[in-house]
């Protein structure tokens, strides 16, 4: 695979860690599309300085900086063999249809993490520009838990995942580019076998509203001092557990009989949750034994805590605009639901979590037991792109 040019589109947490990351193991050019605000300025200023963008990763310490950065996509991506997008999911659409008319048509696009139904908005988009050629690849998760400390300056990686699971359209190019994304991301990549895989072995949206809805239903209005704010990963109880484990197990199920309409279909890649826990964890967890000590044990999460909003000098409210949920509910679990709907599975618990706290984010999904609410067309479920039976999906 001959990748010469490489661009990053956005200028975020991930971002910075990959700039670093990327530059210890490629000699190639490096490139970064950052339109807005001012932070094409900060990293121009590092490149005009020749100075130094610093990852710290325990004890260890990597250093790069792009070649080139610009606020048009014209500038940055005609050259580019491979465009990473290391954004949250509400930008991937906005992103796509910005660089879109400006990318070689064999050109390799990836969103690092996909979140749920990626493949629908990218081919719909890349397709309407013409770029019959182009592939696309998704990540299941973010491979970093990584802080911005100053921005186009340092950042920390505070943890780092054992491998992480990738699928491409199209498949044949699957393992090629795995191996590829390893050897540049310093990162075990395993291939998926397809893109469904992808969206239904989303743990985030399982992990991520899931404690949220465990953490806060009832204390909506709780106030908390800066010392109680909750742990995050590391406060999951034994009932959060139990609901987590219920919400991993619909997906399971709904997996089972998609396999059953289809036996040509491989899902085998849509773990359950404790499973995807000690597999992607298995030398930060002290111990496996059940699922809730597989969050507690992790060193990996270790002082994580619940996003939260300051209200005044004492006191925190939590922070449901948080993209634990405005990201991980359109973009994964409500994605899920519309799947599931088709294949008429039901869902009782994620429909729960769903109608719970998209009451905190203001939005309406669900109506009646079904996908009708007046805020259905922002997500990516696969009737918003013509997609309305199984069959097509599986196609996809």
């Not at 048009?72 to 949250?88: G, H, R, Y």
């Not at 491409?168 to 994304?181: D, G, V």
């Not at 310093?186 to 985030?204: F, Q, W």
């Not at 609410?373 to 039976?389: A, F, L, S, V």
Request: charged share 25%; glycine share 6%; net charge neutral.
């Amino acid at each position: 695979m001959k990748i010469e040019t490489i661009t990053i589109c956005g200028g975020g947490n991930a971002a910075h860690a990959i700039i670093s990351i990327i530059r210890s193991h490629f000699s190639g050019k490096l490139n970064l599309f950052l339109p807005y605000g001012n932070e094409a300025a900060y990293f121009q200023k590092l490149i005009d300085e020749k100075g130094f963008l610093t990852a710290t990763i325990g004890d260890n310490k990597l250093y790069g900086r792009p070649d080139k950065v610009s606020k048009l996509a014209k500038d940055v991506c005609k050259e580019a063999d491979l465009i990473l997008m290391p954004l949250p999911a509400f930008a991937h659409e906005q992103t796509l249809l910005q660089i879109a008319p400006f990318f070689k048509e064999e050109a390799i696009i990836g969103a690092i993490p996909a979140r749920s139904g990626f493949e629908y908005a990218a081919l719909k988009i890349l397709k309407d520009n013409l770029k019959e050629k182009v592939k696309i690849f998704g990540m299941q998760t973010l491979p970093w838990a990584c802080r911005i400390k100053e921005y186009a300056s340092k950042v920390d990686i505070l943890g780092k995942k054992g491998s992480v699971g990738m699928a491409a359209f199209p498949h044949k190019i699957t393992s090629e580019l795995a191996s590829f994304l390893t050897q540049l991301l310093d990162l075990k990549i395993e291939p998926l076998p397809n893109m469904l895989t992808l969206s239904l072995a989303n743990v985030g949206q399982i992990i991520h509203p899931g404690i949220m809805y465990g953490l806060f239903k009832g204390k909506e209005e709780l106030k908390y001092r800066k010392e109680e704010i909750p742990l995050f990963y590391q406060g999951v109880t034994k009932e959060i557990s139990q609901t987590l484990k219920t919400m991993s197990d619909e997906i399971l199920f709904l997996t089972k009989e998609i396999k059953n309409m289809d036996k040509s279909i491989d899902l085998d890649q849509v773990l359950g949750l404790k499973d995807w826990l000690i597999y992607s964890y298995k030398d930060s967890i002290a111990d496996k034994s059940s699922l809730q000590s597989c969050f507690v044990t992790n060193s990996a999460y270790k002082g994580l805590r619940a996003p939260m909003k300051k209200i005044d000098n004492d006191y925190f409210l939590p922070d449901f605009q948080a993209r634990y949920l405005t990201e991980d509910v359109p973009y994964g679990l409500v994605v899920t639901k519309a799947i599931a709907q088709l294949a008429q599975v039901d869902m009782p618990i994620i429909d729960e979590v769903i109608l719970t706290v998209s009451k905190w984010i203001g939005k309406e999904y669900i109506r009646g037991g079904y996908l009708e609410g007046k805020d259905i067309n922002d997500t990516r479920i696969p009737q918003n792109y013509g997609i309305n039976n199984l069959e097509e999906i599986i196609i996809y």
